[in-house]
């Protein structure tokens, strides 16, 4: 399983970006989700959807701003991320999952099987 990110750059506060997360295989029996790691911070759980785009999940740090969805024709999960802060920089990865994860433990990176390389986004004016 191959996943590649793309998507990232330089954008003003209060700006967008979409993220792309390409798969190499069909999403129906997965979670994907996006995971962020600033400088000299650990990572952190973004936000996940299930295959089928039936079950999302968010953190509570980007409720409201950003949102998860996929295509399955594409094989590619998005992220449109809206209303940039500064504190949105960092480098974001995508990453998959066999089994069932839920409100509980979708946020635990360690237990992802699967993962892209990152891609950069600075929100800075």
């Known amino acids: 399983v191959q996943l590649q990110a793309s998507g990232g750059g330089l954008v003003q506060p209060g700006g967008s970006l979409r993220l792309s997360c390409a798969a190499s295989?069909?999403?129906?029996?997965?979670?994907i989700a996006w995971f962020r790691q600033a400088p000299g911070k650990e990572r952190e759980g973004v936000s996940c959807?299930?295959?089928?785009?039936?079950?999302?999940y968010y953190a509570d740090s980007v409720k409201g701003r950003f949102t998860i969805s996929v295509d399955n024709a594409k094989k590619t999960v998005y992220l449109q991320m809206n209303s940039l802060k500064p504190e949105d920089t960092a480098a974001y990865y995508c990453?998959?999952?066999?089994?069932?994860?839920?409100?509980?433990?979708?946020?635990?990176?360690?237990?992802?099987?699967?993962w892209g390389q990152g891609t950069l986004v600075t929100v800075s004016s």
């Open positions: 959807i299930s295959g089928t785009g039936l079950t999302t």
């Open positions: 295989v069909t999403l129906d029996y997965y979670y």
């Open positions: 990453a998959m999952i066999v089994v069932r994860v839920d409100g509980t433990n979708w946020y635990e990176g360690d237990e992802y099987d699967y």
